[in-house]
């Protein structure tokens, strides 16, 4: 299922239905950029082939990883593991995901996905069509940077800050913009969704003229 948030769910709400989700494969746009790690300071231990670095900042294309400190698994971005803690911040695309501490994983010297439990964990990216935003959280969030793609598991949320979708298992496309929306095998979950209404009426501006008085009985 899928749902435009710029559309602000209200025409797709008569037609949703669980179904599984496209697994339409995205080329890989990063691999072939630097990656950039920007630290404060490091500490290097050979022995155990880890690096901890404070006050982080790593880049690759337009993905950005920061945090107060990382440790990582070694400077080998082919198959590495880090784990960021302290004010987590990952951007990409004017995507957000923000938490107190997040496992990257960088594969093919990649950076591939972003997972995050616990609470705050949050997601938000600024809508094209409207001026509002989507917010999402969840008990684990998971950021494929690869595919511009955040899968949200366990009591997942979705917003554009008017209408709200929920549901144990949403997918957020960063790139279209949709919520992708799926039953695991297995069970017999539902997808919620609170559509609200727009406001009243707005009142006539202030520069109409007044209206006058109707009559009251005859002339003097």
Partial sequence: MAVSFHN????????????????AAQPAVLRDLPINVDAASSDVDYRSSTVVFRDVVITQGTARVAAESARATGLDFVDSTWVFSGHVRID??????????????????ELRTATINGSPAQ???QLERTAGKAHGRAS???????????????DAWLTDGRNEISGQHLVYSVRDQR??????????????I?????????????????????PRGDPP
Avoid at 8 to 23: F, G, K
Avoid at 140 to 154: E, H, M, P, W
Avoid at 179 to 189: K, Y
């Fill in 194 to 214: 609170t559509i609200r209404p727009g406001e009243a009426a707005a009142a006539p501006p202030p520069n109409d003229p007044p209206r006058s008085d109707p």
């Fill in 179 to 192: 919520v992708l929306a799926e039953a695991q095998p297995g069970n017999d979950e539902r997808v919620r």
């Fill in 8 to 23: 602000s769910l209200r025409r797709a709400a008569p037609l949703l239905a669980l179904v599984a989700l496209e697994a």
């Fill in 92 to 109: 990409k695309d004017g995507g957000t995901l923000q938490s107190d501490e997040a496992r990257v994983q960088f594969r093919d010297n």
């Fill in 123 to 125: 997601f938000e990216q």
């Fill in 140 to 154: 684990t969030i998971v950021y494929d940077l690869a595919a511009d793609r955040v899968t949200f598991s366990g």
